[in-house]
């Protein structure tokens, strides 16, 4: 038998008492933390002196070409793929797919760059494609975002709409050549958003809800280390702080496991042994400007490696306190520049990669009209730079491409973001703490060689 719950005025007025206190309790706490930020938080990082040896670096263009012949020229400057790639490495690729059109890697770049690896002369190895772009599908598939969703530039190759169209391409073609969408461990505040694709077609933002791997379990996820957080004093009371996340995952093709940190391993007996196979790791990314750090290419791409969940807005109870790498720079006033500072220690501590190939094929910019489109899809908001930048120094290939193209788009905000003479702009922020953490990384344009 079913009871009718009845509420008494009294309850009403009690719990609407309540709810104004825990709202005006969580007003006063953000104010609290905006009256006691540090004003060091937000100021901008100190140039670093570069050491003439330590932070020289060479990087290889090519330039004016369709995409493909773009990366050939880029790795044949570079001394050819052998040059980066053994025989039987293990290669991880990892690309942009969080978002379509000028926001995702150009797709006929990405399958440049993985046919001169498995053409590789005597290449007995595999190649792994890999991204994590914070979103699952509905059967739980990582593959999501531009893997699904049609773009109507930036895919270059005849009779393709989308990123997806290199899974079957490669498989029936027999080639050594799988795919991998990362999924983050935790659940996330921001799932509900559509994040411009309406009912989620192509893909639902936030994790699985597994948590970390905890210490022996050999699983496929994501590692969060909290005995190596970055931390920085932010207000008079707490530290903004991020735990060093790092993924696993296993080949669909040959079932070996892949630990960023840990290298390549075989699962024997329940347990994770070392195979002594070589990780190489490229990197293909894009080159736009970005809201909150001014730019984003090679030194930010990781943010498509490490785990959104594990801090705000993720809402798994053991990232209470922290922040996600995104949100690390978040506070009153803003410095979202900051996020450079875990996306380096990442990169130090962890594993950086072995090559870079930044395509600049089509760039967005913020517009000097506001527009209600997002800067990574609409055809107005986007400039076309035929360009493929290659090298191992993410810095000096940011530097150069802020340097050489962003500064060249319309953007309304081209010194604000790209002057890298001036210690204000958002980028000289971001890529000088960059530098900092990272501890190598050339800015200056005397330490890097242009190879053309």
Not at 5 to 29: C, D, H, K, Y
Not at 394 to 403: E, G, L, N, Q, S
Request: aromatic fraction near 8%; glycine fraction near 10%.
């Amino acid at each position: 038998m079913s009871r009718r719950l009845t509420v008494s005025r009294r309850g009403v007025i009690v719990g609407t008492v309540a709810a104004g206190l825990g709202g005006a309790a969580f007003a006063l706490r953000r104010k609290l933390r905006s009256m006691t930020q540090l004003s060091s938080f937000a100021e901008p990082p100190p140039p670093v002196a570069h050491d003439p040896a330590r932070d020289r670096a060479t990087i290889y263009l090519g330039r004016g070409g369709a995409p493909s012949a773009n990366v050939d020229a880029a790795l044949d400057k570079l001394g050819g793929i052998a040059s980066v790639v053994g025989g039987d490495d293990v290669v991880i690729v990892k690309v942009s797919a969080q978002w379509w059109n000028q926001g995702m890697t150009n797709v006929a770049a990405v399958k440049r760059v993985i046919e001169h690896v498995v053409e590789r002369p005597g290449f007995r190895g595999e190649v792994i494609v890999f991204e994590n772009t914070h979103f699952r599908l509905a059967d739980g598939s990582g593959l999501a975002r531009a893997w699904v969703r049609p773009s109507e530039r930036n895919v270059d190759v005849p009779g393709w709409t989308k990123l997806g169209d290199l899974i079957p391409h490669f498989r029936e073609r027999g080639a050594p050549v799988s795919f991998v969408g990362l999924i983050d461990a935790g659940p996330s505040a921001l799932s509900g958003d559509e994040w411009h694709d309406p009912g989620h077609a192509a893909g639902v933002y936030g994790g699985d809800g597994r948590g970390p791997i905890e210490p022996g379990d050999p699983r496929d996820g994501y590692h969060w280390d909290f005995g190596r957080t970055f931390r920085l004093r932010k207000t008079w009371f707490d530290d903004a702080r991020t735990p060093l996340t790092w993924p696993r995952f296993t080949s669909p093709a040959s079932g070996l496991v892949v630990d960023l940190q840990d290298g390549v391993l075989r699962r024997e007996a329940g347990r994770l042994v070392p195979t002594g196979r070589k990780l190489t790791w490229i990197n293909v990314t894009t080159a736009n400007e970005h809201a909150a750090t001014g730019f984003t290419g090679a030194c930010k791409s990781t943010m498509g490696v490490v785990d959104m969940s594990a801090g705000a807005l993720g809402t798994h109870e053991r990232a209470r306190g922290y922040q996600s790498v995104h949100y690390f720079g978040q506070g009153t006033p803003n410095a979202s520049w900051r996020m450079a500072g875990p996306l380096a220690q990442f990169a130090r501590e962890v594993r950086a990669p072995d090559l870079i190939v930044t395509v600049a094929e089509w760039i967005a910019f913020e517009p000097r009209t506001p527009t209600d489109e997002d800067l990574r899809h609409s055809a107005a908001t986007c400039t076309q730079a035929r360009t493929v930048v290659a090298g191992r120094d993410p810095v000096a290939i940011d530097a150069w491409v802020v340097r050489n193209l962003m500064i060249e788009t319309p953007s309304a905000n081209r010194k604000a973001h790209f002057d890298l003479d001036d210690p204000d702009a958002k980028f000289t922020k971001f890529l000088r703490y960059y530098r900092q953490v990272r501890g190598v990384g050339a800015i200056d344009p005397a330490l890097i060689t242009v190879v053309t």
